[in-house]
């Protein structure tokens, strides 16, 4: 229990989930860089890798699940989200065990939460100048990354920085708000939620992480990048012609 101003309050539980795909290489590194005391609970849901992603994350005593089929990365957000809601979360961090998005952030973001600063924390390659080209961010991605952010702020009158990062904080009421089971099994399921954050007036708060690309992350090529982008102008549109 916490005290504030004499009132004391239930202490939050967070919970991190790792939406994962042949992470074996990386998952053990992402693990031991999670601020344990910060969290309650970590959550695995293994998209039916073909590598020893399950058996590590078992090893490291992560609650495990696994898909028998690969569903996409969307539908395993989704397993994800339903599971740490069942097991109680207040606060729910999304973490790719890929080793691209920095686990010692993961006390900065909560906070804002637990703070009632805001509903939804995005942590943003793009915020520090200059810290996704210095990260190993590949151009085509930078210049993708800045138009795709640019329309979906003109849209959705926004202010992000980074509307592709995939290291998201939501709070309970975020994710029993928005309807993220009808999302798309695929990609574009994180720029759904944002469209949904906006559009129920959630508060959205950024806050800058390091940029790390390497040989081990995972990253989707040009041409499924573009197939992205579409995607999720498709979805922007069929947002504002539903509005």
């Known amino acids: 229990m916490l005290r504030s101003k004499g009132v004391f309050l239930k202490k939050k539980k ?16 992402t693990y031991n860089d999670i601020p344990k005391k910060y969290v309650d609970d970590i959550i695995l849901v293994d998209d039916a890798s073909k590598d020893r992603t399950a058996e590590i994350s078992r090893k490291l005593g992560i609650t495990t699940i696994v898909h028998k089929k690969n569903k996409g990365y969307g539908a395993n ?21 890929d080793y691209q998005y920095d686990p010692k952030k993961i006390p900065e973001m909560i906070k804002i939460l637990q703070d009632d ?22 151009l085509y991605k930078r210049i993708g990354n800045f138009f795709l952010t640019s329309f979906m702020n003109l849209s959705l009158g926004t202010r992000f920085t980074d509307a592709a990062t995939g290291y998201i904080a939501y709070s309970r009421k975020v994710l029993e ?3 993220f089971t009808n ?3 695929g990609f574009t399921f994180d720029e759904e939620a944002i469209i949904q954050c906006a559009a129920k007036k959630f508060r959205i708060k950024e806050i800058p992480i390091p940029t790390r690309y390497e040989t081990e992350s995972s990253s989707i ?14 979805e922007i549109i069929k947002y504002k012609l539903h509005k």
Not at 82 to 96: F, S, W
Not at 117 to 138: E, F, N, W
Not at 221 to 234: A, H, P, Q
């Open 14 to 29: 967070v919970i991190v989930v790792m939406p994962a795909y042949y992470a074996e290489q990386t998952l053990k590194k």
């Open 77 to 97: 957000q989704k397993t994800c989200y339903k599971t740490a809601l069942k097991r109680g979360a207040d606060i729910v961090v999304l973490l790719h065990p």
């Open 117 to 138: 600063k805001a509903d939804v924390v995005y942590g943003s390659r793009m915020l520090a100048k200059g810290g996704a080209k210095k990260g190993g961010m590949p």
């Open 177 to 179: 708000s928005i309807p």
């Open 183 to 185: 999302f798309s099994n």
């Open 221 to 234: 090529s040009l041409s499924r990048s573009i197939e992205y982008g579409w995607n999720i102008f498709r």
